[in-house]
């Protein structure tokens, strides 16, 4: 049973990447990468920051937004984003939701965020701070609290 699904659009750094798949095989969720890619599937920073779990994660990758969004049509999608209204902490997860992140340095386009506003969370953060939190950082904090509502399935 696949718990959650993590997608990463157009991620462009690499260890937030390996981060993000360490976290998947420690979890049992599908990551989802949406290309273009800021990197190779190759990078050696990727493959560090994974370490070996690489044989552990459930892997898809996508070759467009238009095409991931075709692929997870039936499910529930949340798309994290600085601009969004609601809290993260809030949201009502469910078992094979897609929790949604975007590229570092833009995040999610708008037009995603406008066209499902009620699916948009975010990450509270200090006002007059930082612009956002660290990739890897926000996909763990998202993902452990969804599992946290799912009651940790398959985790010990």
Request: net charge neutral; aromatic share 8%; glycine share 8%.
């Amino acid at each position: 049973m696949i718990p959650l699904h993590i997608a990463l659009v157009e991620p462009e750094i690499p260890p937030n990447t390996g981060n993000v798949a360490r976290l998947c095989a420690a979890t049992g969720c599908r990551l989802h990468l949406v290309e273009p890619l800021g990197f190779s599937i190759d990078d050696k920073a990727l493959k560090r920051a994974g370490l070996d779990y690489w044989h552990l994660v459930d892997l898809v990758v996508h070759p467009s937004l238009d095409a991931f969004l075709e692929a997870t049509a039936a499910q529930r999608r949340w798309y994290l984003s600085t601009r969004a209204r609601s809290n993260y902490a809030d949201a009502p997860y469910q078992t094979n939701d897609v929790l949604v992140f975007g590229k570092e340095t833009k995040g999610l386009p708008q037009s995603l965020l406008d066209a499902e506003p009620e699916r948009g969370l975010r990450v509270p953060i200090r006002p007059g701070s930082v612009r956002s939190i660290n990739l890897s950082t926000t996909v763990g904090i998202v993902a452990y609290a969804a599992l946290a509502r799912l009651g940790f399935p398959d985790l010990g």
